[in-house]
């Protein structure tokens, strides 16, 4: 017989993480494949007072190619300020047996209000382009 105590529990927590907000997420896609880009490391850096860049956060993108979990949302706090993502790239057009251009891509934007922002960029060997998305 399986433990009721804990099933809710497990319930719970499901529904926590289901409630939990995110203002930034991203997500590559391979224009030269049409395809996601998965498990690509995306490393998260806002810039502090010195303009240096502090590492905040880095993950792995899904099997869609997207992250949709940056910058937590909280009630006390806001997320202004200028940020970084960088894509690490080489690894994905290794396993291709391709050669980029690229080793990795920055993107540097400002997030100025409680908006969500999208990062996304299009791919490819020797190219890419990114924009705000939503």
Do not use: C
Request: no cysteine; proline share 5%.
């Amino acid at each position: 017989m399986r433990n009721p105590i804990l099933i809710l529990l497990i319930l719970f927590s499901a529904f926590i993480q289901a409630q939990e907000k995110y203002q930034l997420s991203s997500h590559i896609l391979d224009i030269s494949q049409g395809k996601p880009v998965p498990n690509v490391k995306i490393a998260l850096s806002k810039q502090d007072k010195n303009q240096n860049w502090v590492l905040i956060d880095e993950k792995y993108t899904d099997n869609n190619g997207r992250i949709k979990d940056f910058l937590k949302e909280e009630s006390n706090k806001n997320n202004n300020g200028v940020y970084k993502l960088t894509f690490y790239i080489t690894p994905y057009f290794e396993k291709l047996k391709q050669k980029t251009f690229y080793p990795f891509i920055e993107v540097v934007f400002e997030i100025k209000d409680n908006q969500h922002y999208h990062i996304p960029i299009t791919l490819s060997p020797y190219g890419y382009s990114t924009y705000r998305g939503n």
